[in-house]
């Protein structure tokens, strides 16, 4: 039988104080990204859906990690000394329930993972509950080593201590561990520091609980979930890991990748059933492509939305704020920046909109630019219905441009165009018979005698 369903609040705390100096970065650990996201963010996200309260443990003059963990509950850590020195330093917010500890450079454990994770420790024959997986690698990983009668934890022994029957075995552990508050506390403060490192470390919180008597359980996940990131190499390991994941759920949503290792996904992309995604696509934070809608090959969106039956690419650049209608075409090194492109309109080459507002069915001809920016500030560019707007046309910014108008080829905008109206605004052009030929007879010989 067991307490899962008990009233008592269940509190997690994340080590998040970690420098990152094995990544040569001066960024904290837990603000490294992963699918356009700091890895921090997905563990929160995760404990978020299982745990009453978080507690985030950081370091000092840590300002960016403060501000990504509210609003929860923030520690710091003045002295890093260890990660039960860290867990003890969220000793007063524990509460009286259930507590977990987690570490910000295991970010992609899942809410299911830590559901089993405080379910098994509220059995009523658990005192100690860990997380530990099997590896393809074991490798230099710190070893579970388990009761053959009954499966109970009887330590964890360190690669460098392990024997050599103690390395052959595969369970491995996570540094994961939940247990009742009461507990924890009382472990977690007679902890020693006596190891080379003289530092307190979370593990040895195990051996407390063994020698208790006190009956400490395992579950098990996938490597996939509980990678630790302390390099640069196994960041990229955990990127691959969890685009995997995405790009799969995806496809099981009605998504067609057609080369789904070539795409690259956010954790909050939304992609809605029957979208095509073509080869080498890219998609940064806040991107949600309705269905219908292609997006072809070398694009990059980042914070866009798509509409049903829209295509966008090859070659084409969706900045924040670009809004494409139904059945729009944004085509090849076309770049759109906060701007709202109407239902059936076009701009197929060469075009960069920014700060523009394009209504319905209209033609943005190739070569053409908004120019938004005067060198102080940003202004709209408002384009109506039914409009043709020709090759290479400048359009200056504030300007609005009347539905149904026709912007001539090579012209520069700078005034408001009238609905109907041709707007026409270049140079004259000017022949002069036979003169091309003797320029370019008198570069050649001017070139010879150089």
């Known amino acids: 039988m067991t307490s899962s369903s008990s009233p008592r609040p269940a509190t997690a705390v994340l080590l998040a104080a970690g420098r990152g100096s094995r990544m040569q970065s001066s960024r904290p650990k837990a603000m490294q990204r992963l699918a356009g996201r700091p890895m921090l963010a997905h563990l929160i996200d ?22 990504l963990a509210a609003p929860h509950a923030v520690i710091v850590q003045n002295e890093r000394l260890g990660t039960a020195h860290a867990a003890l330093q969220a000793e007063a917010l524990f509460g009286d329930g259930d507590v977990a500890v987690l570490y910000a450079d295991n970010p992609l454990i899942s809410s299911d993972t830590l559901s089993r994770l405080l379910t098994e420790s509220r059995k009523d024959d658990t005192g100690l509950a860990l997380l530990a997986m099997r590896p393809a690698q074991p490798g230099r990983y710190g070893r579970v080593i388990t009761s053959a009668q009954s499966h109970n ?7 460098a201590d392990a024997t050599p029957e103690e390395r052959a075995v595969n369970l491995c552990n996570a540094g994961v561990l939940c247990a009742k508050a009461q507990n924890f506390r009382r472990w977690l403060k007679e902890v020693k520091n006596t190891n080379a490192k003289q530092e307190y470390y979370l593990t040895d919180v195990v051996g407390l609980a063994v020698r208790e008597g006190v009956s400490v359980k395992s579950v098990e996940a996938a490597e996939s979930e509980l990678r630790g990131i302390n390099s640069r190499a196994e960041l990229a ?3 691959a890991a969890l685009q995997q994941r995405l790009r799969l759920h995806a496809m099981e949503k009605g998504v067609t990748l057609v080369a789904p290792e070539t795409v690259f996904l956010c954790t909050d992309t939304v992609l809605e059933a029957d979208v095509l995604i073509e080869p080498n696509v890219v998609f940064g934070p806040g991107v949600t492509v309705r269905s219908g809608a292609e997006i072809r090959a070398f694009s990059h969106l980042e914070g866009c939305e798509v509409q049903s039956a829209a295509i966008v690419g090859p070659y084409a650049r969706l900045r924040p704020g670009a809004q494409i209608g139904e059945e729009a075409h ?17 701009a197929n080459h060469l075009t960069y909109l920014g700060d523009t507002s394009v209504g319905t069915r209209t033609n943005i001809g ?10 102080a500030s940003k202004h709209k560019t408002t384009i109506g219905d039914d409009v043709f707007v020709g090759s290479n046309a400048i359009l200056v910014a504030p300007l609005t441009v009347g539905s149904d108008s026709l912007i001539a080829a090579g012209s520069t905008i700078t005034n408001d165009i009238p609905p109907d109206a041709l707007a026409l605004a270049r140079a004259k052009q000017v022949n002069k018979p036979g003169l091309g030929k003797k320029l370019k007879t008198a570069l050649k010989n001017k070139k010879g005698n150089g």
């Open 46 to 67: 995760s404990a978020a859906r299982v745990f009453d309260k978080l507690v985030v443990v950081v370091g000092p003059d840590m300002p960016e990690v403060e501000q």
């Open 237 to 239: 390991e955990a990127e």
């Open 330 to 346: 944004i085509g090849n090194f076309v770049e759109i920046k906060n701007s709202v492109i109407g239902k059936g309109s076009k």
């Open 366 to 375: 190739a070569g053409t630019i908004t120019c938004n920016y005067d060198g």
């Open 153 to 159: 934890v009887q330590k964890i022994v360190e690669w």
